[in-house]
T-cell receptor, first 109, second 115 residues
Framework: RKEVEQDPGPFNVPEGATVAFNCTYS??????FFWYRQDCRKEPKLLMS???SGNEDGRFTAQLNRASQYISLLIRDSKLSDSATYLC??????????FGDGTTLTVKP | DTEVTQTPKHLVMGMTNKKSLKCEQH?????MYWYKQKAKKPPELMFV???????INESVPSRFSPECPNSSLLNLHLHALQPEDSALYLC??????????????FGEGSWLTVV
């Protein structure tokens, strides 16, 4: 079993749709969690950190469920510009970062 | 714009060549990383430097040789590479390696093609 597993996708949604991605992790010692966005042929860029209390940034909401060991990313009112690969990243307390395989989102007009 | 800069952006090299990838950050970060990324795969960790010392080598072949001249610079020396080493090489940095909450910041990457 992989340490970090994401919804395989791809997700193809119309503009304005709400879409949610899940990511599960196996290491219960994991301490911090992030969502990165990677556009085609570009570097990964931090989208948001994920906190236990959940956090929101505009149309994006991230949630953490430590008991079930998963994190989620919700995108509301999808825009064409949201089309990208979304990477879940999990850090242990030793500072090791483990990446999920990514979920590809395509938002269509 | 990323605060981690990488050069060159594109590199084509033969299997007998020696070349280097360079990375620089001025955020005062004390951890620097090299990742390799193949198409449709996530970044794969190669090396981690913490306070200018190599702290992680993920069993990378010796034809890849990292170097950290100072806290702002990270190099990756390449020699006798194989065509399967063609990939996007990403440099990254974070405040330190040991804190779990550290955010990793990536450079734009160097596209390497081995012919």
């Amino acid at each position: 079993r992989k340490e970090v597993e994401q919804d395989p996708g791809p997700f193809n949604v119309p503009e304005g749709a709400t879409v949610a991605f899940n990511c599960t992790y196996s290491n219960s010692a994991s301490q911090s969690f992030f969502w990165y966005r990677q556009d085609c042929r570009k570097e990964p860029k931090l989208l948001m950190s994920v906190y236990s209390s959940g956090n929101e940034d505009g149309r994006f909401t991230a949630q953490l469920n430590r008991a079930s060991q998963y994190i989620s990313l919700l995108i509301r009112d999808s825009k064409l510009s949201d089309s990208a690969t979304y990477l879940c990243v999990v850090n242990t307390n030793a500072g090791k970062s483990t990446f999920g395989d990514g979920t590809t989102l395509t938002v269509k007009p | 714009d990323t605060e981690v800069t990488q050069t060159p952006k594109h590199l084509v090299m033969g299997m007998t060549n020696k070349k280097s990838l360079k990375c620089e950050q001025h955020m005062g970060h004390r951890a620097m990383y090299w990742y390799k990324q193949k198409a449709k795969k996530p970044p794969e960790l190669m090396f981690v430097y913490s306070y200018e010392k190599l702290s992680i080598n993920e069993s990378v072949p010796s034809r890849f040789s990292p170097e950290c001249p100072n806290s702002s610079l990270l190099n990756l020396h390449l020699h006798a590479l194989q065509p399967e080493d063609s990939a996007l090489y990403l440099c990254a940095s974070s405040q330190s390696r040991d804190r779990a909450g550290n955010t990793i910041y990536f450079g734009e990457g160097s596209w390497l093609t081995v012919v």
